[in-house]
């Protein structure tokens, strides 16, 4: 059974930052590009980052990019995202996912909430 179990989250204030990890299990994570993907209350699901299977290339939606690095540790199963300079509109639940298009393979998230 595919297993992503994310920590890290917490409540911040603006400019504050987080680092959010997710251990994975159940299937070869070192064979699967891993994303992160957020949802707001009242939204859909935003796609926030991407790394590949090696750790070499990563992508990012323009809303976080130069606050947020994503990166792995496949010796470890681990995928992280770490959030700096954070800002009231990345509140949202954080779920780490192997497909974005399968929710099947998202874990359960981690609540992160940037308020004063």
């Known amino acids: 059974e595919v297993q992503l179990v994310a920590s890290g ?6 400019g ?19 994303n992160w993907v ?8 935003e796609w926030v980052s991407t790394i590949n299977t090696g750790g070499g290339r990563t ?10 690095t994503i990166s792995r540790d496949n010796a470890k ?3 992280y995202l770490q959030m700096n300079s954070l800002k ?6 954080y779920y780490c996912a192997r497909d974005f298009k399968n ?10 909430t940037v308020s004063s």
């Open 38 to 45: 957020r949802q707001a209350p009242g939204k859909g699901p």
């Open 77 to 79: 199963n681990t995928l």
């Open 59 to 68: 992508y990012y939606a323009d809303s976080v990019k130069g606050r947020f």
């Open 9 to 14: 989250g917490g409540m911040v204030q603006p």
């Open 16 to 34: 504050g930052s987080l680092r959010l990890s997710c251990a994975a299990s159940g299937f070869t994570f070192s064979n699967y590009d891993m």
């Open 103 to 112: 929710t099947k393979y998202w874990g359960q998230g981690t609540q992160v």
């Open 88 to 93: 009231p509109e990345d509140t949202a639940l």
